[in-house]
């Protein structure tokens, strides 16, 4: 999230599309509805009408996979009648920036494309410098090149009525949902977008979201109280994980890990690769050196490069993320797999076929609270030939929550302290302490060895004490960072250093443990203003609460909005003040020429309306990889720049066998995939069964009545189901044809107290083009009764 | 009452509990009777942070012994003001779910069943698996460049776990031991 739960209050409109918190993120609602209470305005865009559509005023219908198509009108609408922000927009955003001659786009492809690797040359797409490397703009908005004027052309063809023919909205819903939301675009109104998966799980979910920062930028809308692009995460750390790094393709803070490239040969060339030369990102070398003397403490050297070639270098282009993991494992290449509380089997996407992947490992290892459906794949009762799979299986029995310490970061980015309630159960252990165990012994093996590959196991500090229970405290002090020589913790990550003097786990923390104070651990919920609560836990970075808080003052340093002040420049003390902390530079005044650059990560410091990612620096439809229909918008199908993995893991199917459009979703009652919820008795009674919802239309078609076991078929699979008859799906009216759309959870597997077909042997493996995030929430299936 | 909600979890036992019950507008000194009979009188509340979503929810955790008596939504949290979902109202249960798996167990390949073993003997398990497959996969160089990875084991998780365990997690799995298949949940 820009902003943080509590902030929503502050909204004049909300759009929530591809959520449901009413019924995902209960207790955010406390938030919502106090913005409606006071007259805020609530939109509910999404394929089923939900909980939180049922609070809205309101309901846009919008078949599965068609959000750019969706946002792509407003955006339309906004810019053919003139409902931006228009200060902000010419001020703090690239709209002014004028893109090189090379830059084109036809028929759905942009320039630069190579059909063999699915690519483009993003070099297609520069903004034009002049002689000395300077950007050229044109601050009027007139020139035909510049970004407004190319978005504007773009965006042109995404009229309401092609529109509605692609989404299935009703025509007077849709142009009441334009007019309301462009409404946030007034100075001094503030509109929010929330989203989750529903916006994400997509073969474009991350055109997806950019379509919904666009459409933010253009209304004046990020950077201010009541506003931003707001990501409702789903799992109570998964913001923590992300941030330290549990993705092949990032360490702590956001950071690239390095590849077999020829620039990665030395360190230098890494950093010279990774580093922009414009931004707060300048300060990346200091990042990552600072993380390499907490990885390796006094091993990291001057002279070894701080110990860069200690870090593994990834095989250049090869893509490790999960679908493509998966992938590795059917093909037998994967020995080995470590799950600390993960549950793929129920899941991963075509969860069928990673099943049977599973049994390729010579073992596996689960540390979790409750047998999953992955630790126990080799059972019977999971329809497996137990003496035919030969996998090792070592489950190791983690405690609960409260009974350990730690922190949490939550989707506002609030890392926020557990203390430890009660001992943990059983023989049960932290994963604190099964991880630092496991780390001691392995050291031990190694500690003798004299082979350069086991180096970096050597090199590696494990100085959390010598017992098998770890000091926490020393680990929360390496996260934030201190100073090798004194060892006095570092205050903010502004004095992080690149030569070695330095330590810091993950540089976005740094400052949560200055001097003798976890900050995560304070407790004081006065709110000092515009219900940031300062002093409540500690946000990342350097707990600020509202990002990019500097857009929320005019050109002049001034509030847009005496009702909606972040922060405000005050000339007589020289600094930036207000309620929160500022994300500027907090003695930048009026006459430092990069006075009105808010965005202070990005080179430049302007909003991003036109960002080179993989299929194009502007959000266009393509259909997901299964559909019911042909682009409207233009004769490309697929999204061009979309990369397929093993064939045999994703079966495409087609329209004329399986008609119905699909797409899965959670309940407040169980958690992702079940193994928590469906081995408690309270939650496993509330909601016992697996389900699927279907119209009343479908269901009078198939001659399904309610409460009826019926199966559920993909070209992946097939589940087994009880009919849920419900007016909240309805029949979506396209350009050309009338198709039905259902819906249904992916919580349930086949052990715990409630068990149900998993949701997941019906959904196709492949990704985003980006992201390789699954396209869980748009496929074809079809439906029948259980003889 | 001149205790401000804040000051609420530095009370011990009775006296807090009393504070709660006069706040729901009960009867003070009959309220202060009946606490003696209530099973957290006696108990200190623990704060945590709700296991499940990210909206980072408060609550309170009384436990003695080995039973967690009663959790309740922290009043004092300024996201849920002592209000919670269906899941978060249950999380006793995460503890005393009698699904919950208490000892590390084992599985030998082709085996039909789960046998109980103790942490001595499922680390050392998991230790050398660890070793075995590492050291035998290992690519130290690649065309001279070194390279110290495996891509024959691989991570998977985090989401639910704490900020100082991912932490350690990724430096023990990638900085350590050179994996390169490191994944979690945000993936997906």
């Not at chain 1, 927009?89 to 090379?102: F, K, L, M």
């Not at chain 1, 510049?146 to 023919?165: A, E, N, P, W």
């Not at chain 1, 540390?367 to 030969?390: C, H, N, R």
């Not at chain 1, 350069?452 to 229970?469: C, I, L, N, R, V």
């Amino acid at each position: 999230m820009t902003n943080h739960w509590n902030d929503l209050k502050h909204a004049d409109v909300l759009m929530i599309i591809g959520a449901n918190p009413a019924e995902n993120h209960p207790i955010s609602f406390k938030w919502i509805l106090k913005a409606l209470e006071k007259g805020g305005k609530l939109i509910s865009v999404d394929p089923r009408f939900t909980r939180t559509s049922q609070m809205a005023n309101v309901y846009g219908q919008l078949r599965s996979g068609t959000d750019i198509a969706f946002i792509g009108g407003m955006i339309n609408y906004i810019l053919e009648n003139e409902l931006f922000h228009k200060e902000y927009v010419a001020a703090y955003t690239n709209a002014s920036y004028i893109v090189e001659d090379t830059y084109s786009f036809n028929d759905g492809m942009f320039s630069g494309y190579d059909k063999g690797k699915r690519s483009y040359d993003k070099t297609k797409w520069a903004f034009k410098k002049d002689k000395e490397g300077k950007t050229l703009k044109d601050p009027t908005l007139k020139d035909p090149k510049c970004v407004f004027q190319l978005m504007k052309k773009h965006y042109s063809r995404y009229d309401v009525d092609t529109v509605i023919g692609v989404t299935g909205t009703a025509k007077e819903t849709y142009l009441d949902i334009c007019k309301t939301y462009a409404s946030t675009g007034e100075v001094g109104k503030a509109g929010t977008i929330l989203y989750a998966m529903g916006g994400t799980q997509h073969t474009v979910g991350t055109q997806n979201i950019r379509s919904y920062a666009i459409l933010q930028l253009l209304l004046g809308n990020i950077g201010i109280s009541g506003g931003g692009v707001n990501a409702l995460r789903g799992e109570s750390n998964v913001q923590g994980s992300t941030d330290f790094g549990l993705l092949y393709d990032n360490v702590p803070g956001y950071m690239q890990v390095p590849t077999t490239a020829e620039s990665d040969y030395t360190y230098q060339g890494f950093l010279d690769r990774i580093t922009p030369k414009e931004g707060y990102w300048i300060n990346k070398p200091k990042f990552y050196t600072s993380m390499m003397k907490s990885f390796y403490g006094d091993n990291a050297t001057k002279s070894n490069e701080f110990g860069y070639h200690y870090l593994p270098k990834l095989s250049a282009g090869k893509n490790y993320s999960f679908m493509r993991l998966f992938d590795a494992m059917h093909r037998k290449e994967l020995e080995g797999l470590l799950l600390f509380g993960s549950n793929p089997a129920v899941g991963g996407p075509n969860a069928g076929k990673e099943i049977e992947s599973l049994s390729n490992l010579k073992w596996m290892v689960a540390v979790d609270l409750f047998e999953t459906e992955t630790s126990s794949f080799w059972q019977k009762e999971a329809g497996a030939d137990p003496a035919s799979i030969q996998t090792e299986v070592i489950f190791l029995p983690a405690s609960g929550s409260f009974e350990k310490e730690g922190s949490v970061t939550n989707s506002g980015r609030w890392m926020q302290y557990r203390w430890q309630a009660i001992k943990p159960k059983g023989e049960s252990k932290a994963d604190l302490e099964i991880v630092h165990m496991l780390a001691r012994r392995l050291k031990e093996m190694y500690k003798n060895s004299s082979n350069p590959a086991d180096m970096p196991m050597k090199a590696m500090t494990w100085d959390y004490g010598e017992s098998d229970h770890p000091d926490i405290d020393l680990v929360c002090r390496e996260i934030n960072g201190y100073d090798m020589k004194t060892k006095q913790q570092v205050k903010k990550f502004g004095d992080l250093k690149d030569d070695g003097s330095t330590c810091s786990g993950n540089w976005i923390y740094c400052g949560f443990y200055p001097e003798n104070e976890n900050l995560s651990k304070r407790r004081d919920s006065t709110d000092e203003g515009m219900s940031n609560f300062l002093n409540w836990s500690y946000a990342w970075p350097a707990n600020r609460r509202i990002l990019y808080n500097r857009a929320s003052a005019d050109l002049n340093g001034k509030a847009w909005s005496k009702t909606r002040v972040g922060i405000e420049w005050n000339a007589a003390e020289g600094k930036w003040k207000g309620n929160d902390v500022p994300d500027f530079v907090v003695d930048k005044g009026p006459k430092d020429p990069t006075f009105n650059d808010p965005f202070i990560m990005m080179a430049g410091g302007k909003g991003a309306l036109f960002a080179s990612i993989n299929e194009g620096p502007i959000p266009e439809h393509y259909e997901p990889y299964e559909n019911p229909m042909s682009n409207s918008f233009s004769s490309v199908q697929l999204n061009p720049a979309v990369q397929f993995g093993e064939e045999e893991m994703n079966a495409q199917g087609d329209v004329s066998k399986y008609p119905i459009v699909a797409t899965t979703y959670r309940l407040s009652e169980h958690w992702q995939s079940g193994a928590m919820t469906r081995s408690q008795e309270w939650l496993a009674e509330l909601v016992p069964h697996m389900f699927v919802e279907i119209s009343e239309e479908l269901a009078k078609e198939k001659g399904i009545n309610n409460k009826d076991k019926i199966i559920v078929s993909s070209a992946r699979g097939e589940i087994n189901a009880y009919a849920m008859v419900t007016k909240r799906f309805k029949p979506y009216k396209l350009k050309d044809k009338t198709v039905h759309h259902i819906g249904m959870p992916w919580h349930f597997g086949y052990k715990g107290i409630v068990t149900g077909g998993s949701a997941n042997r019906l959904t196709p493996h492949i990704g985003d083009a980006n992201s390789t995030i699954p396209e869980y929430k748009a496929f074809l299936c079809d439906v029948r009764r259980a003889k | 009452m001149e205790f401000t909600r804040r000051q609420f979890l530095k009370l011990s036992g009775a006296v807090a509990a009393t504070l709660a019950v006069v706040e729901l507008g009960f009867d003070d000194k009959g309220a202060q009777a009946k606490t003696r009979e209530f099973k957290i009188a006696e108990l200190k509340p623990t704060p945590t942070i709700c296991p499940y979503c990210a909206v980072g929810c408060g609550i309170l955790v009384y436990s003695k012994g080995d039973d967690v008596v009663y959790t309740e939504g922290d009043p004092d949290h300024p996201i849920n003001e002592g209000s919670l979902c269906s899941k978060g109202t249950t999380v006793r249960q995460v503890y005393t779910s009698e699904k919950r798996i208490t000892k590390p167990m084992y599985r030998a390949p082709g085996s039909d069943k789960w046998k109980e073993v103790d942490w001595d003997f499922a680390l050392e398990k998991v230790a050398k698996n660890i070793k075995e497959t590492r050291d035998r996969t290992f690519i130290h160089k690649e065309k001279g460049l070194t390279v110290n990875r495996t891509d024959s084991i691989a991570y998977l998780g985090g989401a639910a776990l704490d900020n100082e365990e991912c932490h350690l997690l990724q430096k023990l799995f990638r900085a350590g031991l050179g994996l390169t298949y490191i994944e979690h949940q945000a993936r997906i």
